[in-house]
């Protein structure tokens, strides 16, 4: 059975950090890109952070705009973990945090996967950031 279960959500003022962490289990996760995805109030679900299999085997990361120098993606060597380390955070960044996955062809070569192409998602975990 599939299952991506986040954590780490909360509260905190501008300028703060987070870290959100996501417990995977189901799926080979070395044969897929795993991103963070977010959801803000009336707004689409938007990708912020993927990391995914080169075809050297070894891990590529990709930031969206917003997230370049303020987030870093990572994933535990047991494949079991994803995690998104948040800085800087800004009252823009108050979302539902998703953790996600999708085949890796999403988004080798630098492109952040569409919602649509998740293959599979987590509950979601609150994010909210105060100015």
């Known amino acids: 059975q599939v299952r991506l279960v986040e954590s780490g959500g909360g509260s905190v003022q501008a300028g703060g950090s987070l870290t959100l962490s996501c417990q995977v289990s189901g799926f080979t996760v070395r044969e897929h890109c795993m991103a963070w995805f977010r959801q803000a109030p009336g707004k689409e679900r938007e990708a912020v952070a993927t990391?995914?299999?080169?075809?050297?085997?070894?891990?590529?990361?990709y930031y969206a705009t917003t997230a370049v120098g303020r987030f870093t993606i990572s994933q535990d060597s047991g494949e079991s973990a994803l995690s998104l380390q948040m800085n800087n955070l800004r009252p823009e960044d108050t979302a539902i945090y998703y953790c996600?996955?999708?085949?890796?062809?999403?988004?080798?070569?630098?492109?952040?996967?569409?919602?649509?192409?998740?293959?599979?998602w987590g509950q979601g975990t609150q994010v909210t950031v105060s100015s």
């Open positions: 990391i995914y299999p080169t075809y050297t085997g070894q891990l590529s990361r």
């Open positions: 996600a996955a999708t085949l890796a062809r999403h988004c080798v070569g630098g492109y952040l996967p569409q919602a649509s192409n998740i293959n599979y």
